[in-house]
């Protein structure tokens, strides 16, 4: 097997873990396809630079380029890190953004990390696409870039060739996703297990979504089946519907599915349908009513306690908290044009 090679585009003002998290991803991914324990290497890296010079991130840790723009001609997958550089250095941003523009049709897929997509963005190849960025970045972003669908609240999407994804650590997210479409939810399932992400998010960051919490912990029609329970959150999720999905008996599904997700059916039905609405409740217009018949409670009343139960705040006041706003907020110094030295925290 040919390992793939993942090229990163580098340059001074580059977010570090933007690079380095994915990176260390795409590195811990391996096979066993020759059997016997010899494990294969999946992915081969690459850190493109914008000259043979070292880089700089922006917290003062510098890079060392494998290669310069001129020197690749292509890549099977090319990543680009967000960073100051390539979102307000418009010198940078025009320079790789031509670069981009000129290799694309040779590249199999692109994707951005957290503001990478302001270098992505102005070559039009995400024009009429579905995008996510950092939150404190999405509004200026779509302000940009009007022909933009931005979504504020995905950890990450894809939309064609192009992938997208929220801040920081959501790169490894995406790693995640991009290793589990080329080699499996196995191989996945043990880059997560290597990186130890499956440790939950503490903090403010828990109203996006983390489909990889699914995706890499199955290897069987399991997988499959949770997929399909995230598009159907409204409808009968019970052990004996699921179970005749899955074409098993009750009690045998219960079982397979405690050890393969670690946890009850009802759990994690009551999981999904939470995690799904703390997206709803940051979208304008959606009440905590219609939030809890979209995603499958029988009443508000039962939402709002296992809202409160499962995050220690009330669905309103999560709403007021976490609602992305359509227009600026009333401050002298708010905003993220006036941050501008800000960094993609997530």
Known sequence: MKPKLIGFLGYDGIQGLDLVGPLEAFMSAHTDEAGGGARERCYETLVIGMTGEPLTSETGITFKPHKTLEDVRTVDTLIIPGGRGVRLDAEINAKVAAWIESRARRIRRIASVCTGIFALAPTGLLDGRRVTTHWRFARELAERFPKLKVDPNALFLKDGAFYTSAGITAGIDLALALIEEDYGPRVALSVAR???????????????????????????????????????????????????????????????????????????????????????LATPGQSVESVARSVGFRSADSFRRAFERRFGITPGGYRSRFQFQTTPPRSSGGGPHSKENQTCDA
């Open 194 to 280: 290597e990186l130890v992400v499956y440790l939950k998010r503490p903090g403010g960051q828990e109203q996006y979504s983390e489909p990889l919490q699914f995706q890499t912990r199955s290897t069987d029609r399991f997988a499959d089946l949770a997929a399909w329970m995230i598009g159907h959150l409204h409808q009968d999720l019970s052990v004996e519907a699921l179970a005749e999905r899955a074409c098993l008996c009750p009690r045998h599904f219960s079982r397979r599915f405690k050890d393969a997700f670690g946890t009850t059916p009802a759990a994690f039905v009551e999981d999904l349908r939470l995690g799904e609405a703390r997206q709803r």
